[in-house]
DNA sequence: CTTGACCTTAAACATTGCTTTAGGGTTTAA
DNA sequence: TTAAACCCTAAAGCAATGTTTAAGGTCAAG
């Protein structure tokens, strides 16, 4: 059994950040002393190294509140419910990898078209390619 | 000369859109009518497709800012300012686009780890992947 | 003169994931 | 007994990019 700051200490994480996690319902609420201090044992850690492997493989606070819960519930729930939860993370980050890989083409571009000297910008080619060409 | 719904149309913008662009200095302010109405022409629609293709682009909201004000002072100014902002970003997305790859790996891994059917999650792939793997 | 469609502002709200602040108990060692 | 090092809570703050709400002028038509 310790305390909040050996818990945090052993995963990186601030001590503020797990009260929030517990907040949040992302982990169990610690056991409290009378002094109500927070105490954890080896379970709490594992759930929290669950958690942060989540967050590692790009899943939300809220999906890892979700996948805990199904873990801590697993005799009523099915690998369906687990599966859909990284599935549908796995097709935003699909699409936002889509959207970043567009913005790396445009950025490109408009990088490759300029100087980057000490020329004055009255021609730059960045700003003519933002700018409408009126003809 | 036409108000702010019509441009909003024009641009497929809201009109708070537009006022939030103006209050954070992104455009050049309209010129105003003596009730108070904003007036727009040519010119703050041609700035404002200036941004929409900024932002298109992955610029941020400051760096338009940035760029809006070196193009309209584009005699002090030089293209490694202008490029210096685009690469700058360019930067960034790629961080972000190693971030996001590597989430998609994680999360496909696990995918495929799990067979998504009506089992029961007790042993599902999935969480015992996150889980640690306590001999 | 009223109705509907315009327009104005300031300020609050939303999202995600924490961090920081303010104010205050508890414990331990010298 | 006092100082250092723990711990507690509620609430506010931050980042970015708008959206929404509340309260209220303006204008043209009928």
């Given at each position: 059994m310790y305390q909040i700051?050996?818990?945090a200490k052993r995963l990186g994480?601030?001590?503020a950040t797990?009260?929030?996690y517990e907040r949040e319902g992302i982990i169990?609420?610690?056991e409290r002393a009378d002094n109500g201090y927070r105490y954890y044992n080896s379970l709490h850690e594992r759930q929290l190294r669950f958690v942060l492997r989540?967050?590692?493989a790009g899943l939300s606070n809220s999906d890892m509140r979700?996948?805990?819960h199904l873990k801590a519930h697993?005799?009523?729930s099915?690998?369906?419910e687990v599966k859909d939860i990284v599935d549908l993370k796995l097709a935003k980050v699909k699409e936002k990898l889509a959207e970043l890989q567009a913005f790396e083409r445009s950025l490109s571009d408009l990088s490759a078209a300029c100087c980057g000297s000490d020329e004055l910008a009255t021609h730059c080619a960045i700003l003519e390619a933002l700018d409408e060409f009126v003809d």
């Open positions: 700051g050996e818990l994480l601030s001590q797990l009260r929030f169990a609420p610690a989540g967050k590692q979700e996948l805990v697993a005799e009523e099915t690998c369906r």
